[in-house]
């Protein structure tokens, strides 16, 4: 279900706070005062070649995302957008979701301090169940909602090598829910990570963040590394200034290593496990009334994951791959508890002789065990689930000509809730000179029902409509419910029409059918006191979407010193019922698709070491909705200590002391985000 929007940005300072932010205050200028003081230390240290930095040649990024093998982006039929790790470095971002606010296309609203709705391309809500989230090849999603908490993917920003953002399908290698984009985040190899690293930090609302990380070799053939990480976010705002109850602390430890078992042959196995503490505001009514009453929650995530993937390299270039990986959780966000196992085993084969076929295929099963006990007005028939999911995809890349390439693939699928479903596609590239692309793709995605689908039991709203008589509103599951189906057609252009200028453009149109609606049944009187007259309703697919539009971003390195990266994303979308409807829309325009969205963040080196990085971010009203555009300013002041160590300040949000990104979202009260400025030390040793 989509949240609900509101509550309009405030501009006055949160009363009640001050004693706290004069000290949050104290302690960030401390942090700039020891970073403006170390400018002489660092002087007599070997001053980089500032001539010698390239902007990066955007056809010669390697990405795997698009086809589960490495190819350059000349020849990706997809709009993709590559973040790495210098502009994670560089961004002053604190969580994977600010990461996320620098690719186009991609819709990042903060919920609360601890939550988020994040989308690609429309259908934005707190659990988008549109877009599949991948940590080096492990999903996500929880099976529950087909959502994500993004609360729980915290990762250490510097171990990240790079994030590949799809915007568009890519549901025939990777599967369903990969309807809109995918998300692929991938972590550095251990070889890449040896040596100590130590990061401290803390500011007005990020008050504590503390890393701690070694790693090493382990004989002549294996690397290790090994982590431990703490932050702690204090609360956000209200709509009427007051603090939020939405505090976010969390405890993150994990490992990997890697190992060249042969020349041909290499292991890597890593995990992890963590513990989040979390609070927010709950209200009584999933669906607002003027009679709600709100109560504040305590809550706990833990869990943990286990990886490990087997690579054999043969002559030729041809390569084969086996992955496995356990993951559980568990949480009891709205006082439900739950708890969740998955198993998923994937293996992959790459068949490249050099000649006109490139072939990949591969196979999958995942069980996972789910368990959802009745909470304060939530609660899954039956408590407890297994379900398998089982698929195979192929994918051949043609080589037509020297400089024109054609991709065909599909994937079949076996689900509990829906059984087969397939998902082809087809790609098209072509490369009429050195620094150009034209690409164009059609292909078909599936969003496969989740257990709230199918075995959701809750009250929506109770309202008192007379003397002792009240209004419920039931919501139950449908376990015939069907898969929500995209027809994606796009076309792209990429260019570098200089080493100081390049150019990344994709246009869409996509149909969307069997989306989800709420469709009321037959009403019931329950006689007694108070008297009920329930209306109860029942999850269907009797919507449709046509959805059109395009982004498109720059690179421009103005000067030796000085790059703009600027940004924009366009989305027109319409949403429909079927005649045979009498209910509504699980997606509104209103709250669901910003049609607007623009960016533009420099990064610019300074003398003496310093680096002073920008990020402005604005999106549009949303048609129909409460809350007005809001734009988002954050700053980075860096500076180098040689080549272990690192200061900077950042300040996030800085436009205005609060803004409403999202709103409500369920029966979650939205809070603001509030202007906030923390420091940061790190060294490498």
């Known amino acids: ?219 002549t053939s294996g690397s290790y590394r090994v982590f431990g990480k703490y932050f702690d976010f204090g609360n956000s705002a209200l709509s009427n200034g007051a603090a939020a109850n939405d505090r976010w602390m969390r405890e993150h430890g994990g490992f990997r290593t890697d190992w060249g078992l042969s020349r041909s042959d290499s292991l890597m196995v890593q995990g992890s496990i963590f513990g989040n503490q979390e609070s927010q505001t709950l209200r009584t009514n999933f669906i607002a009334t003027p009679f709600d009453r709100t109560y504040d929650q305590n809550f706990d995530a833990g869990g943990g994951d286990l990886l490990a993937r087997w690579n054999h390299t043969a002559q030729g270039g041809s390569e084969t791959s086996l992955q496995t990986y356990f993951d559980t959780y568990h949480r009891s966000d709205l006082g439900v508890p739950e708890t969740v196992r998955t198993f998923d085993a994937d293996f992959q084969d790459h068949m490249a002789d050099g000649g006109r076929n490139d072939v990949v295929w591969g196979a999958g099963y995942r069980v996972y065990t789910s368990s959802l006990a009745p909470g304060y007005s939530i609660g899954f028939s039956p408590v407890s689930r297994t379900d398998r999911l089982y698929s195979a995809f192929l994918q051949d890349e043609l080589r037509l000509a020297d400089s024109v390439w054609f991709t065909i693939g599909a994937k079949l699928e076996h689900n509990p809730y829906t059984h087969f479903q397939t998902e082809p596609s087809a790609r098209l590239v072509w490369t009429p000179a050195n620094r150009n692309t034209f690409w164009a793709s059609a292909s078909k995605a599936d969003r496969q029902p989740a257990r709230e689908d199918t075995a959701i039991r809750t009250v929506l709203q109770t309202l008192p409509i007379g003397p002792n008589m009240i209004q419920a509103t039931p919501l139950s599951g449908n376990p015939s419910i069907k898969d929500e189906e995209a027809r ?12 100081a200028l390049s150019l990344d453009f994709a246009t869409f149109l996509t149909f969307y059918h069997h989306l989800e609606t709420l469709e009321p049944q037959a009403p019931q009187i329950v006689v007694g006191s108070p008297m009920q007259v329930v209306v109860p309703m029942r999850f269907d697919n009797k919507a449709h979407a046509v959805d059109y539009g395009g982004e498109v971003f720059l690179n421009w390195k103005v000067n030796s010193r000085w790059r703009l990266s600027p940004g924009y994303a366009y989305l027109h979308a319409t949403i429909r019922r079927d005649v045979s409807s009498q209910g509504q829309a699980t997606s509104a325009i209103s709250t669901d698709f910003p049609q607007n969205q623009a960016q533009i963040r420099s990064q610019f080196n300074l003398p003496a070491k310093l680096e002073f990085d920008q990020s402005l971010y604005y999106t549009a009203r949303l048609p129909g909705g409460s809350i007005p555009g809001h734009a988002r300013l954050d700053v980075r002041l860096g500076r180098r200590l040689g080549e272990s160590a690192e200061l900077s300040i950042v300040g996030q949000n800085l436009l205005r002391a609060r803004t409403t990104e999202y709103g409500d979202s369920f029966n979650v009260v939205g809070t603001q985000s509030v202007r906030s400025v923390y420091g940061k030390i790190t060294w490498r040793f």
């Open 1 to 219: 279900m989509s949240g609900t929007r509101g509550n309009d940005e405030e501009k006055c300072v949160c009363p009640g706070r001050t004693a706290r932010a004069s000290h949050r205050r104290t302690r960030a200028l401390g942090v700039l005062v020891l970073l403006l003081s170390t400018a002489g230390w660092a002087q007599d240290q070997p001053k980089i070649d500032l001539t010698q930095m390239q902007l990066e040649d955007l056809l010669n990024v390697k990405v795997t995302s698009v086809s589960k093998r490495e190819e350059k982006l000349s020849r990706t039929a997809a709009a993709v957008f590559v973040i790495d790790q210098e502009d994670i470095r560089r961004s002053g971002a604190a969580s994977l979701p600010d990461l996320l606010r620098m690719a186009p296309g991609v819709d990042v609203e903060q919920v609360d301090a601890n939550a988020w709705a994040i989308s690609i391309r429309g259908f934005n809500a707190r659990y988008s169940n549109k877009v599949l989230v991948l940590i080096d090849g492990r999903t996500v999603y929880t099976p529950s909602v087909s959502g994500v908490f993004w609360e729980q993917l915290d990762i250490p920003l510097e171990d990240i090598e790079r994030i590949e953002v799809i915007r568009g399908p890519g549901a025939t290698v990777w599967g369903a829910n990969a309807v809109n984009g995918v998300i692929s985040i991938i972590t550095k190899s251990s070889k890449d990570t040896k040596g100590g690293l130590v990061t401290a930090g803390g500011g007005s609302q990020l008050e504590a963040l503390g890393l701690a990380q070694y790693g090493g070799t382990i004989g």
């Open 488 to 499: 994606d057609y796009e076309l792209g252009y990429r260019s570098d029409f200089s080493k």
